[in-house]
């Protein structure tokens, strides 16, 4: 729904509002999930002898042919020891996006137009691992090194740990810990559930545009956002989510998302100059006309600032160590985080600072401050820091590209094309974000540099020449 309102000749107040269904729930990228994962455990099978050589062993295509497995009996005791996947009535909806703006248009002098807006958009369903459904309760970190203790070997046992099923052992071997046997469902490895959607985003911005059509020789359009987007999953693939640190305390997963940009700014724009034949100066084809007229300037400006140190960049604040010790490994990473240290502020410094290092006027490129986290003083604590912060920042994106036309006329019928062009005109160097691991001893420092995927490339620049007739 929307509206279009006539406030004069020269300004228009519009307004909008939206519902849209995305791809995904039960059906996450036009795929029914429930035929694809969610028959394995009844899925038959059968071994086929292998001749041990280059060659392939028998077949379909020969007189050997393959046979139909028979599909495997359900049972209560199917999957133990194993990764199950997980389904339940409140799981499987189709995430929806709520999209609002109300937006004010006004033509200004000189064939001016100006719009400045307010957009939001809210995602709900996102899918998610926020509630892994086997995931250690941390409150039996207390045990401390009994987790570890093992069942196989009789540990467990020795130190007062009963068996949480007969099988057990046999179904883990090595890996029936006293961590494992405490998960909510101690027969499985993980449970995965591939259509949970408690991922949520939230997005604001402030866009202001200033458009100019071409006239007396010069046309731009330049727009600014002012921006910030919040969310608790930096996914849209449940199979590559990261899974929540604490299930049972999610609060620290609502963070600035990995994907936000709160300044970018964008132009464009082309100027003729007023010189030359049907200009307003030196209006001939003359030499007078031929050397100073015909010139033509055009440029794209990109800044962007820099996005949060978190995992879809490799840069999350992280140390070394498995979270949740004496349980299977099984299922997504869970990436262990240092405490945040409030006394210390955090900032993420100019890039400056790294540029002066690799070009050897620095001694250190140290972002911020490493003092701002501590790591976790037990193998059994979650530190509290948060997901992202929005203080802690990779390199922001800096691009400028133009180029230069001049034209020459060879009598009525044939004009030539002088073009050079430059992308990235200044040569910017683009960093990599700083070492995100708090056990690392370059902790906070950028350590890399490099081109990462759409950012700009060394200077280009190349020349053409053409002619029209």
Known sequence: MGFAYQLNDKTVLQAGFSIAFLNGGAYEYGTSKVAVNYGNLLVGSFTRGTTGTNQSSFGSWDVTQLPNPQATPFSTGLGTGTQINDFSKNDGYAPYSQQWNVNVQRRIPYDIFVSAAWVGNRVIHLPSQLNTPNQLNPSYFALGNNLGLSFANGSAQAAGYTLPYANFVTDFGGSATVGQSLTPFPQYSYVFNNFEGSGTTYYQSAQIAVEKRFTNGLSFLVGYTLSRLWDNTSSGFSSFTAAALNKYNQRPEWAVSGADEPNTFKGSGTYELPIGPGKTYFNNRRFTGQLLGGWQVSWILDYEAGQPLCGCNQGQIEENGDPYPGKS??????????????????????????????????SVAQMFNPAGFALTSSQYVLGNAVRNYPELRGPGLYNESANVRKRFYFGERFTGILQVDYFNLFNRTQFYPPDANASDGTFGQVIAQGDQGNKPTNRQGQVGFRIEF
Do not use: C, E, I, Q
């Open 329 to 362: 490994t099984s299922g997504p990473n869970v990436v262990l985080r240092p405490d945040r240290v409030s006394s210390v502020p955090l900032s993420t410094a100019s890039y400056s600072r790294a540029k002066a290092y690799f070009t050897g006027k620095a």
